[in-house]
C-alpha cells in the first residue's frame, strides 16, 4: 500500500502551485519571440512583463528594477563579481554568495552569531572612512537564513551605511519573499534577489532586483534582452510560472499567522516528547515557516534518513545542492550547546503544509527521538 508522502522541505524547494502550472501551460503554447513586432511576439512579451509586475509588487519594486535571471544562485553570482575592491560578506550567506566571495582577494567575513553583528560593521565603516576616496564596497547580508530561518537586521545595515561613500548593499530575499513583506523602495538596498521555486514557482528562474538609482555591468551581452544587462531570449514559460507564483505568494502573506502557528505547535509538540529537544533561534525574530530543531542524542543525516523512510521529507544542513547531508557552516559558527549543530534537521511548512503534515512529523519525532535515547543508553550500558 502506498502512504502520501509528507513534504516538509519548503526551504529547499516549494511544490508548484496550480497557479503557476496554468500559467506556465498557457505559455508553453505562445510561438513568438518576446522580442519580435508583430502579434505572436507581441503576445509573449506582454506575458513576461505582467510576470515582471507581479515579482515586483511581491518586494515592493517597480517593474523597471526586475531582471530575470535562471535562478538565485546566478543572481548572487552577478552581484558578487561585479569587480568590487572590497567586499564584506555574512558568515551565514548561502553558498551562492559566499564561495564566489571565497574566490575575491579582498572578502572579509562578517561574524553572524546568531546573527550579523552590527558592531563590526560600524567598525568596517569607519575604519574605511578614515581611506582617501575608498574603491566600491559591496557588503552582501541575506534578509533571512536557509537553515534557521533567522532574520538578519538588513535596515539596520542599510542605516548603518547611509552616509558611507562608494557602498552596494545586496540582500539575498530568497527564503524571505513571501514568508515576510519586503519593500525594496523602503528598504534602501541596491540589490535583492529571489527565487521562483522557494515561493510555489518553476525550478530555474529568478530575478535579479537592481535600485532604478544604481547600475551594474551586465551579465551576458548579445541580443539586448532585459533591459541589455542580460542577453538571451527569455525563458517565457518559466518567467510565467515565476509571475502567477509570486502574484499567489503576495496573496498567502495573510496565511502566515496559520504557518506560524503550526509552526510554534511543531517546536512546542516536539519538545513535550522530548524534553531534550533544542530549537534553534527560538525567541528570535525568525520566519514563520522554519522550524530547525535537534535531538542531541542523534546525528542530523540520520534523521533526515529516518524521516525519509517514515514518508517524511526534511532535511539537515543547507541541503540544497545534491547529496548534501551534515556539515553545516552556518550552525558551526552560531555558537551552540555543544553537539546540536551536527544533530539539528530543518523542517520548513509552507503554502500547501496543513495540521496533518505536522501530526504525521510528531510521530515519527517520538519513534525517532525514542530510539535515540535507547541507542544512547545502550551504548553507555555496555561502555560501563
Ligand atoms: N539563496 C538562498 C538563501 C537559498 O536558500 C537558495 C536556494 N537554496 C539560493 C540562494 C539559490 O537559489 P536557486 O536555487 O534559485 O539558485
Excluded at 540589490?191 to 532604478?212: D, Q, R, Y
Excluded at 542577453?231 to 518559466?238: I, K, M, P, Q, S
Excluded at 518567467?239 to 502574484?247: D, H, L, M
Excluded at 533526515?304 to 541541503?319: E, K, N, Q
Aim: proline share 5%.
Amino acid at each position: 500500500m502506498t502512504h502520501a508522502r509528507t513534504y516538509l522541505d519548503h526551504n529547499a524547494s516549494s511544490p508548484l502551485r496550480p497557479e503557476a502550472r496554468a500559467a506556465m501551460l498557457g505559455a508553453l503554447d505562445v510561438v513568438g519571440n518576446p522580442s519580435s513586432v508583430h502579434a505572436e511576439g507581441r503576445q509573449a512579451r506582454a506575458i513576461i512583463e505582467a510576470a515582471r509586475a507581479e515579482v515586483a509588487a511581491l518586494v515592493g519594486a517597480t517593474p523597471g528594477e526586475v531582471i530575470f535571471t535562471s535562478g538565485a544562485t546566478e543572481a548572487n553570482n552577478w552581484v558578487v563579481k561585479s569587480g568590487w575592491d572590497e567586499l564584506l560578506v555574512c558568515s551565514a550567506e548561502h553558498d551562492s554568495v559566499a564561495v564566489p566571495a571565497r574566490g575575491a582577494a579582498n572578502a572579509t567575513l562578517w561574524p553572524s552569531a546568531p546573527t550579523a553583528h552590527l558592531g563590526f560593521l560600524q567598525t568596517h565603516l569607519d575604519m574605511r572612512a578614515k581611506r582617501v576616496a575608498p574603491g566600491p564596497l559591496l557588503i552582501a547580508l541575506q534578509m533571512a537564513n536557509n537553515e534557521t530561518g533567522l532574520l538578519q537586521p538588513v535596515a539596520e545595515a542599510v542605516r548603518l551605511a547611509a552616509d558611507a561613500e562608494n557602498v552596494w548593499l545586496h540582500t539575498d530575499a530568497v527564503q524571505a519573499a513571501g514568508r515576510v513583506p519586503i519593500d525594496f523602495a523602503a528598504l534602501g538596498v541596491q540589490s535583492l534577489v529571489v527565487s521562483s521555486h522557494k515561493i510555489g514557482g518553476p525550478k530555474g528562474v529568478g530575478a535579479l532586483i537592481v535600485s532604478a538609482t544604481a547600475d551594474l555591468p551586465p551579465l551576458i551581452a548579445g541580443g539586448g534582452q532585459e533591459r541589455g544587462k542580460r542577453a538571451g531570449t527569455e525563458n517565457v514559460a518559466a518567467i510565467a510560472g515565476f509571475g502567477a507564483a509570486a502574484k499567489a505568494a503576495a496573496r498567502d502573506l495573510a496565511d502566515m499567522p496559520r504557518i506560524a502557528a503550526m509552526r510554534d505547535r511543531l517546536e512546542r509538540e516536539a519538545k513535550a516528547i522530548n524534553a531534550e529537544t533544542y530549537v534553534v533561534g527560538e525567541g528570535l525574530p525568525r520566519l514563520p515557516n522554519t522550524a530547525c530543531i535537534a535531538d542531541p542524542w542523534r546525528k542530523a543525516e540520520t534523521m533526515v534518513i529516518a524521516f525519509d523512510l517514515a514518508g517524511i521529507a526534511v532535511s539537515s544542513g543547507a541541503a540544497c545542492a545534491s547529496g548534501k547531508v551534515g556539515y553545516s557552516r552556518v550552525l558551526d559558527g552560531m555558537g551552540l550547546p555543544r553537539g546540536i549543530a551536527g544533530s539539528t534537521i530543518r523542517v520548513s511548512l509552507g503554502w500547501n503544509t496543513c495540521e496533518a503534515d505536522i501530526d504525521e512529523f510528531l510521530a515519527a519525532w517520538a519513534a525517532v527521538t525514542a530510539k535515540g535515547r535507547s541507542e544512547a543508553k545502550r551504548a553507555a550500558a555496555m561502555g560501563s
